[in-house]
């Protein structure tokens, strides 16, 4: 399978814990990126990396979390303090620089007691 | 403010029935647009896409989509629906000429009746 993995698939912690998420692109894609998706919402942007710079960051990104694409090649996403309403999947996707289509992964579900 | 409206919530159809699922959306300029389709607990795939050209295109699983400028539309079409059509849809849309975020509607949950 050459798609986006993620790991892992679900997740659940107890609130104030630390939780870190994987993500690997597919191999040639030098752009990935990070979403929310809540209940009954749509996915909402998180940030986004082009190689080992990350380029954008949304205000849905606290002090909190961090992410990092420390080779350019797979990224992290670390939640520290786990709170109750950071319960939600979070979908990692892929692209080219070239291209403007983003590749998503199926996705880790948090769910934080 | 840049937006997507999906005003269906949710549409329920039998089974070889066409569907019709809208999207509006609000941006500066003309942006690059999108379909994704979602199965529970799954991440998104990719149905279909707008970027210049032809303004009906076609997409994966019989599904076609039509960007109407005027009316900042980009409604999603199925002649035919399959059992196996039954999912989340969004649409979303992207900024022109540099990689940035994506912007999704809340989404349209799909039935279908036997």
């Known amino acids: 399978d050459t798609g986006v993995s993620q790991d892992p698939r679900h997740k659940i912690t107890k609130r104030g814990q630390n939780v870190t998420f994987r993500c690997d692109p597919i191999?040639?894609?030098?752009?990935l990126y990070w979403y929310r998706q809540t209940l009954g919402q749509g996915p909402e942007f998180l940030t986004y990396?082009?190689?080992?710079?990350?380029?954008?960051k949304s205000r849905l990104l606290s002090d909190r979390f961090s992410a990092e694409r420390p080779k350019g090649s797979f990224s992290t996403l670390e939640i520290q303090r786990t709170e109750q309403g950071d319960s939600a999947m979070y979908l990692c996707?892929?692209?080219?620089?070239?291209?403007?289509?983003?590749?998503f992964g199926p996705g880790t579900r948090l769910l934080v007691l | 403010a840049q937006s997507v409206t999906q005003p269906d919530i949710h549409i329920t159809v039998s089974e070889g029935a066409s569907l019709e699922l809208r999207c509006n959306y609000s941006?500066?300029?003309?942006?690059?647009l999108f379909w994704y389709v979602q199965s529970p607990g799954q991440g998104l795939q990719l149905l279909l896409k707008y970027f210049s050209g032809d303004t009906l295109v076609q997409g994966i699983k019989g599904f076609e989509a039509e960007f109407k400028r005027s009316q900042s539309s980009f409604n999603l079409r199925k002649p035919s629906v399959h059992w196996s059509d039954a999912a989340e849809y969004f649409c979303a849309v992207g900024p022109r000429g540099s990689q940035g975020n994506l912007i999704f509607g809340k989404g349209t949950k799909l039935s279908v009746k036997p």
């Open positions: 941006y500066g300029a003309t942006p690059y």
């Open positions: 990396f082009q190689n080992e710079a990350q380029l954008e």
């Open positions: 191999s040639e894609h030098n752009r």
């Open positions: 996707a892929s692209s080219l620089a070239s291209l403007e289509t983003q590749y």
